[in-house]
């Protein structure tokens, strides 16, 4: 290392800046301080206990690792053995079932066929991007193209069969817009889907929660080094010129404390940024990344965690996928069809399951308490499953990404009119001409082909660390014209 080393502000103490000062700190930069606004690490990560009694956590944010080809999350999990309580809690639970309102199952075949089918147009959608071919349509979403294309595909059907297909499909539809983060799918570009790169493999949960790979990174740094329950309220930069210490950039917090240092790394959710990007730093940042902000998406993405006294799931049924029929409902009557949204319930131990729903219903079920959702999902689960009198959960825990102040919302997306562009622009540090940049941006966000992942996440905030210790790296002659390689090798 170069003499003179760095000081460094991290803002967010999420996975992408716990990753950054684990980097920093262990390649012998120990001038780091991590600005976390709430009374925890983790961002959207966040294991909880459901009861003493049960082994599994639950998880309010991340819940699976994507992948586990060159996954990061995964080799951190499976090095330390986080993985070996994996499904011993779901013992002989195999079974999913499609369920209609009127509780009826829809036949296995059928299912399975409109999963090919579904399978066949999503490559159709990502083939735009990957192979670089103009979309049907200018401006095209996802949802249009395949609502277009399986129509033409289920033409052949009867009327009832049809019915019952495009059932099965939209609540496919509904389960991908909950994966990207969105109201619905037909937000999402067509252009721009395929640059979401899947990592090969299953996807695995965490037994002992998936903090537990925070608490694994967090090792490195000193305790005194992230300072909870500070939230920023302004970062000034290319301030070296106004301040006694001469470092480039001061932020400060809300309650009017000040840190200084020579470069920051802005790791807040794209929710905050649009929320706050234009007024959180002087002087303004470029009105090129200022668009980009506006121009990306970021949904809210949600669960209802239910806690019964008994088992309400016959002894061999994983998860129940629900079968809305939305032809006619009004989405404007969030009251009387807010848990529409709500497209499967998945068992997480044998009493406690978990319904995942995204979009407007879902910022609107974080605004009703806790009894009003309770009643809801068991009238949903009655109906779907045909039993009477299921009991009133003893415990319900709903997430509120959307309207925590700190996140505003679950992970990004690209919506229609934005590109990965956008993304490059957002994730350019600045000054954007020098040498030496004072503000990096790292967050699932800002990873062209791994956003909305916690392993984006994490290759993005080693991402930027890794800029800066670039920066104070004496390198031999040889390596300056193999760094481009080299950079490749670390975060792809």
């Not at 252009?191 to 967090?218: N, R």
């Not at 840190?259 to 929710?271: M, N």
Request: aromatic share 8%; charged share 25%; with cysteine.
């Amino acid at each position: 290392m170069r003499p003179g080393m760095p000081s460094v502000l991290i803002v967010g103490g999420g996975i992408a800046g716990i990753s950054a000062a684990d980097l920093l700190v262990r390649a012998g930069i120990h001038d780091v301080k991590i600005l976390e606004a709430t009374h925890r690490t983790g961002g959207r990560i966040w294991s909880i206990d459901v009861d003493d009694d049960i082994v599994v956590k639950a998880e309010l944010g991340a819940n699976y690792i994507h992948g586990i080809e060159h996954n990061p999350i995964f080799t951190i999990a499976n090095q330390n053995h986080l993985l070996e309580l994996r499904n011993a809690d779901k013992g002989l639970r195999h079974r999913v079932i499609y369920a209609t309102e009127e509780g009826e199952f829809v036949n296995k075949q059928i299912v399975q066929s409109v999963d090919w089918t579904y399978g066949m147009l999503m490559q159709e959608c990502e083939a735009f991007y990957q192979v670089d071919i103009p979309t049907p349509v200018e401006n095209d979403s996802v949802g249009a193209f395949m609502q277009r294309e399986f129509g033409k595909k289920v033409e052949k059907y009867s009327d009832e069969a049809r019915h019952m297909r495009q059932l099965v499909f939209d609540q496919r539809l509904s389960y991908e817009a909950t994966s990207s983060g969105c109201d619905s799918i037909n937000e999402v570009a067509l252009s721009d889907i395929g640059s979401y790169q899947e990592l090969p493999g299953i996807h695995y949960t965490i037994p002992p929660g998936f903090e537990a790979v925070l608490d694994i990174l967090k090792k490195s740094i000193p305790e005194e080094d992230i300072l909870l329950n500070h939230p920023v309220q302004k970062i000034y930069w290319n301030q070296a010129d106004s301040n006694d210490n001469h470092s480039q950039v001061c932020v400060m917090c809300e309650d009017g404390g000040k840190f200084y240092a020579d470069h920051v790394i802005v790791t807040t959710s794209l929710g905050c940024l649009k929320q706050n990007a234009k007024r959180l730093f002087s002087p303004s940042l470029p009105s090129s990344k200022l668009q980009s902000i506006d121009r990306l998406g970021i949904g809210t993405v949600g669960k209802v965690i239910l806690e019964f006294d008994e088992p309400i799931f016959d002894a061999d049924l994983r998860s129940i996928a629900l079968l809305w029929d939305m032809q006619f409902v009004d989405r404007s009557d969030m009251k009387h069809n807010w848990f529409k949204r709500i497209y499967s319930f998945e068992m997480v131990a044998d009493n406690v399951i978990v319904g995942w729903l995204s979009g407007k219903e879902c910022l609107y079920m974080e605004s009703l308490s806790e009894d009003q959702v309770a009643a809801d999902c068991v009238a949903i689960l009655e109906r779907f499953l045909k039993k009477k009198n299921i009991p009133k959960p003893k415990k319900v825990i709903r997430t509120s990404w959307g309207s925590n102040p700190y996140t505003r919302g679950a992970y990004s997306y690209i919506p229609v009119g934005a590109t990965t562009a956008d993304i490059e622009l957002l994730a350019e540090p600045v000054p954007v001409d020098s040498s030496r940049p004072q503000i990096m941006f790292a967050g699932e966000a800002t990873h062209s082909s791994f956003y909305s992942t916690t392993h984006g996440a994490l290759l993005t905030g080693q991402r930027e660390a890794q800029r800066i210790l670039d920066m104070y790296t004496e390198k031999a002659p040889h390596e300056e014209d193999s760094s481009e390689d080299e950079d490749e090798g670390l975060f792809m």
